[in-house]
């Protein structure tokens, strides 16, 4: 059952990476040859969650690019899985990033929800690397708030609150879209955010890319398609 009156919200703000962008597959396209080359077998699963842990164990206390973040978590794969990395894999997240797709409901999506809200990026990321991403995403965002503008990363509220006072309007009349409980739903929550909860990783065991984490959004969907569906029936057409 929907439990948000869509009518009520002129901004929408998205996570990016991992409800737009399907980093867990772009994760993996990166890390996956290296580990090869070394002849380490390991799963997809255990791969994401070992990222998980280094990606947030580097946001942690004073802020470093996410270029730095990223070569911080392949130090740390490669401390973990007994490795020496070469400098070009040291750097592999950083320049495959650039080459990381959206999902495929992604960019038809914000098309259909730009006609009737204002779209806002709310991401962890450096803005030289979102601009390779917003090309794939090919939709004009109003605002695009990043952790490198606000100097610090999600779940901080400062990215939320920060957000809020450039977008100038009601708390009430954003909404937060994002598939990570861990960075999006629960700091939004606090924020005096509605938030949606893209589940993408539905029928998947683990929490994938990101730690674990429970909260109640205000409605949870699989993919963006179906965020569009229920707008589209439960206010006006976009």
């Not at 509605?194 to 109640?216: C, E, I």
């Amino acid at each position: 059952m929907v439990k948000i009156s869509f009518n009520k919200f002129k901004v929408l703000a998205f996570d990016c990476y991992g409800t737009l962008i399907d980093w867990e597959s772009g994760i993996l396209s990166a890390l996956k040859p290296v580990l090869k080359k070394h002849k380490i077998r390991i799963g997809n699963k255990q791969i994401l969650e070992l990222y998980a842990e280094l990606e947030s164990k580097a946001e942690k206390g004073r802020y470093i690019p996410y270029k730095n973040v990223l070569r911080e978590v392949m130090r740390g794969i490669s401390k973990n899985l007994g490795f020496e990395p070469s400098s070009s894999e040291l750097n592999c997240l950083v320049d495959s990033l650039k080459n990381w797709k959206p999902f495929p409901d992604t960019v038809e999506a914000l098309q259909k929800l730009k006609k009737r809200f204002k779209p806002v990026i709310i991401s962890n990321i450096d803005d030289d690397l979102f601009a390779f991403s917003a090309k794939h995403l090919k939709v004009k965002f109003d605002y695009i708030i990043t952790a490198k503008q606000v100097k610090s990363y999600k779940p901080s509220l400062n990215n939320f609150k920060t957000a809020i006072k450039r977008i100038g309007v009601s708390s009430k009349e954003i909404l937060h879209v994002a598939q990570s409980i861990y960075h999006d739903i629960i700091p939004a929550k606090k924020a005096g955010l509605a938030t949606v909860w893209v589940n993408r990783r539905k029928g998947k065991k683990g929490f994938g890319a990101t730690l674990p984490a429970r909260s109640k959004p205000n409605l949870e969907v699989p993919d963006l398609k179906t965020l569009v569906s229920f707008i589209e029936s439960n206010s006006k057409s976009l």
